[in-house]
């Protein structure tokens, strides 16, 4: 179950998350997996009993596949706090987006009631969501929506300098490229439209700002 809480902690609120293989559609599957439909059936009641708790709801299931949807109700996360509930939620001195070299955590993270637009129905769509100062900037050391724009705009006046220096920068003959060193993931941002993909890095040792990079619908990683 601990893989499935950490599934739940990186899923955004309106999340999905999709099973294909045992034990779904065990009816016809159990004589290939070399055991009983009784153990399948056993096993598939017990992973939808425990997605249950953690506040997700079966969205679709056909065939060998099956998709849950983590919820957009904070209240569903209430009956957690209760000393006997399994999972248990985990408490306040968690860092919900800490991942660089933390332990997997055996309990539920619940999503900040204070933020409103993390949901999946709250974000603004591609690619008005790339250029839009994400809700969660707030709560960074030293963030905000002006800090947000104020960086969005100057990587778009230092990538058309870089094309100066570098004239294969936005065609095909760069492909992969790495920000070492990123803030929000406005270097990406700003070669949005060359044909190339960019990996934006966090470093371990700055404040991580990640979930904005992920909230402009960009990839991201730590890294030291």
Request: aromatic fraction near 10%; charge should be positive.
């Amino acid at each position: 179950g601990v893989y499935l809480l950490e599934i739940h902690r990186i899923l955004r609120p309106g999340g999905f998350w999709v099973l294909s293989g045992p034990p779904v559609n065990y009816q016809n599957r159990w004589r290939g997996w070399n055991t009983t439909i009784e153990e399948q059936k056993a096993d598939y009641n017990s992973l939808q009993t425990l997605l249950t708790k953690m506040c997700f709801k079966q969205y679709s299931k056909k065939d060998d596949i099956a998709v849950w949807q983590k919820s957009t109700d904070n209240s569903c996360y209430d009956k957690l706090a209760k000393a006997d509930s399994y999972p248990p939620k985990c408490d306040d001195s968690f860092e919900p987006d800490a991942a660089w070299y933390v332990p997997l955590r055996p309990c539920v993270v619940a999503p900040d009631p204070n933020l409103k637009k993390t949901s999946l129905k709250s974000l603004p769509k591609w690619p008005e969501r790339l250029h839009a100062a994400p809700e969660r900037v707030s709560i960074i050391h030293g963030g905000s929506a002006g800090a947000f724009n104020h960086d969005d705009s100057k990587w778009k006046v230092r990538v058309k300098h870089y094309k100066t220096l570098l004239p294969a920068l936005g065609t095909d003959k760069i492909r992969n490229v790495m920000d070492m060193n990123t803030v929000y993931g406005g270097f990406a941002a700003a070669l949005i439209d060359s044909p190339l993909w960019v990996m934006n890095v966090v470093s371990s040792y700055s404040i991580n700002t990640l979930s904005v990079v992920f909230d402009r619908g960009l990839i991201g990683t730590n890294h030291d």
